[in-house]
């Protein structure tokens, strides 16, 4: 039901906002994407990847160099499906490595090999054009040529529905594998790996399995990201990055489904506010990513469903709602 | 074309992650805390030395304690920084003991965040630099080359730092509390241990070596915003690879980080830091937990 209402209100939100409205939401819905992919490893299979700004790095490097080399192939539904299939390879070997470790071990692994990606990126001037950046141009589309439209129109208009459809696809997707028996399993891994191995659940392909899907959606964000944005540089490859794809995933609230959807869309809008009122930046998302993990853990949509649950729940529950929060 | 120098490079290297790792490892030991923050404690150090030593050099520009000013400014960034991280752990760091791994990942990168910009209310977006003390000392002989004395100075000072950090901790009293904590954080009441002030010492102790590490480099590097990443990471790499908790390890790892850093730009200056990153996870491929840790659980 949400879900509909969530649908018909993205179609009909072009006729409504202004256009520039439009493009930071287009900025925020693939960001969501990253942040969809970033919570099935944190919220749902329990770790914690400083790096996933790496796959986003894939993901829009691989649309802008095909761009570069290879224009005759670059139209969007060739590209979409190459990202995707590099994004996929890259966290299959990636996670290869990374998944033979849990909680901090990965944690720093997982930063680590961001940065090789990273310095790699930022180093092969040739290929990538270091800190330069690479352009990305507007895609053909079904052999339709569209570089004579304005980015901004492109932006607002047709690459907004393909965006929203992409989107809503991969939450839907996302929805089922969550609450798949896969999914569950995941769950279980996550609340105690010793008891899910002794079921008979094979943890690390598991993990492996979640890895891989979480790398394919975060480079799906990153190849959508690079086109609304329409030039990429290293910085998307950095782990303040990771950072800040982590930070809205807890701000949306990493317990919940849609929390990831929601932190990514405030954060974005958040930011821009941020940026244009204050010089400092960095400090007030300093304060707000550390008071959130003291003090609201379940991020805003956890709160928001705390608060409901204490409305409609008797006493005793009340009181289980509230510990969570005055504990430690 | 190597030589004497691209060791004592990697030495010089090795010896400041040496010391932010030491910090690490201190406070992950006792506290089971991930402290992303520890990399603010070094630029707040270099900041606060090239702030001191620029100040204190405009007054006693003629005068006879010249020599002295750039060493007193070390101490005292060192010193500014074990209390602000003292303080810092009062106020902040002890509600994240407790809290799951994310959660303190997450808010002590808050805290790095906060600290980089408060850096820039402070000082600007400028360069501070202090290359007093270098210049002062000159250079020495080694082997034939040229070398600048305070480098040699850098690493003696930070290896003999750490290593009577070795001898406080296993010797001394507090350093058996420490210990005591390190190894039973539950227990370690029942025997009468303040696990509270333990907490605070370390945490201190562990501000004070990252503020020491950014103060002895400032006469190198100069402080600039945003300086503290990559050593921060890759202290975070040495302590992983030397094994988290094992100051043993934090000392093997950070040799073989620094040295193969100095050995990546002489050979192969386009992918250095990709070397020094694959070869962090070769060892990790093969050692989970480290080269000096103990097994961790699944």
Redesign the interface.
């Known amino acids: 039901m949400i879900f509909v209402i969530f649908t018909a209100l993205l179609t009909v939100l072009p006729y409504l906002l202004p256009d520039y409205y439009i493009i930071v939401l287009s900025y925020a819905l693939s960001f969501a994407i990253a942040s969809l992919g970033f919570n099935l490893l944190?919220g749902y299979t329990g770790l914690?990847s400083?790096g996933h700004a790496s796959f986003f790095a894939i993901g829009a490097y691989t649309v802008a160099l095909i761009a570069r080399y290879m224009p005759r192939i670059y139209s969007l539904e060739i590209v979409i499906p190459i990202a995707l299939g590099v994004s996929a390879l890259s966290a299959a070997l990636i996670g290869a490595?990374c998944i033979?470790?849990?909680?901090?071990?990965f944690?720093?692994?997982m930063?680590?090999?961001s940065?090789?990606i990273y310095?790699?990126i930022f180093?092969?001037y040739n290929i990538t054009r270091g800190s330069d950046g690479l352009p990305v141009p507007i895609p053909k589309m079904l052999g339709l040529s569209l570089s004579e439209m304005p980015r901004s129109e492109y932006i607002t208009s047709i690459f907004y529905y393909i965006l929203i459809s992409i989107f809503i696809a991969s939450t839907f997707i996302m929805y089922l594998i969550v609450s798949s028996p896969f999914g569950k399993a995941l769950q279980a891994i996550r609340d105690n790996?010793?008891r899910a191995?002794l079921i008979g659940i094979n943890?690390k392909l598991y993990r492996y399995y979640s890895f891989i899907l979480s790398g394919i959606y975060t480079g799906l964000a990153g190849a959508l990201w690079s086109i609304v944005n329409g030039y990429t540089s290293p910085e998307i490859a950095h782990?303040?990055f990771s950072?800040e794809i982590?930070?809205m995933t807890?701000l949306g609230g990493?317990t919940l489904f849609i929390g990831p959807i929601l932190g990514a869309i405030i954060y974005t809008f958040l930011k821009l506010y941020a940026v244009i009122y204050t010089p400092?930046?960095?400090?007030t998302?300093?304060?707000?990513?550390?008071?959130?993990?003291?003090l609201l853990?379940r991020g805003i949509g956890g709160g928001i469903m705390d608060i409901y649950k204490i409305m409609i729940y008797n006493k005793e529950e009340k009181r289980k709602v509230v510990e969570k929060y005055v504990r430690? | 074309m190597l030589s004497y120098i691209n060791i004592l490079d990697g030495l010089y290297y090795a010896s400041i992650l040496y010391l932010l790792s030491l910090g690490l490892n201190l406070v992950f030991g006792v506290s089971k805390l991930?402290n992303l923050g520890h990399g603010s404690f070094y630029s707040l150090g270099a900041y606060i030395t090239a702030w001191f030593i620029g100040i204190a050099l405009s007054y006693y520009r003629q005068s006879q304690a010249l020599l002295l000013i750039p060493y007193l400014g070390i101490a005292i960034g060192a010193i500014a920084v074990a209390a602000i991280g003292a303080l810092l752990e009062k106020t902040?760091i002890r509600?994240?003991y407790?809290?799951t791994?994310?959660?303190?990942?997450?808010?002590t990168?808050?805290?790095?965040?906060?600290?980089?910009?408060?850096e820039?209310?402070i000082w600007g977006g400028n360069i501070l630099s202090a290359p007093q003390p270098v210049d002062l000392l000159g250079n020495i002989n080694v082997g034939g080359y040229y070398y600048p004395t305070y480098y040699i100075l850098l690493i003696i000072i930070s290896f003999s730092i750490g290593i009577g950090m070795h001898l406080f901790i296993y010797k001394t009293d507090i350093g058996i509390l420490i210990r005591a904590t390190s190894y039973d954080r539950e227990l370690a009441p029942g025997l009468g241990i303040n696990v509270r002030r333990v907490s605070t010492v370390t945490f201190l102790l562990s501000a004070f070596l990252a503020g020491l590490a950014g103060s002895l480099i400032v006469p190198i590097t100069s402080a600039t915003l945003g300086m503290e990443?990559e050593p921060l990471?890759l202290a975070?790499?040495v302590s992983?690879i030397g094994g988290?908790g094992s100051f043993w390890g934090s000392l093997i790892g950070s040799i073989l980080i620094g040295e193969l850093r100095s050995l990546g730009i002489a050979l192969f200056p386009?992918?250095?830091?990709?070397i020094v990153?694959?070869i962090?996870?070769i060892v990790?491929?093969i050692r989970?937990e480290g080269l000096l840790g103990k097994r961790?659980g699944?």
């Open positions: 944190l914690l400083f490595i033979r470790h849990t909680e901090a071990h944690s720093i692994l930063l680590a090999i940065m090789i310095s790699l180093k092969f790996p010793g191995y943890v782990w303040t950072g982590a930070f807890l990493y400092y930046w960095l400090f998302t300093g304060v707000a990513i550390t008071a959130f993990s003291l853990p430690k | 991930l902040i509600f994240l407790n809290i791994l994310e959660r303190q990942l997450l808010a990168y808050g805290i790095l965040l906060i600290f980089s910009d408060i820039r209310m990443i990471i975070f790499i992983v988290l386009e992918i250095e830091l990709a990153f694959l962090a996870a990790l491929a989970p961790y699944r």
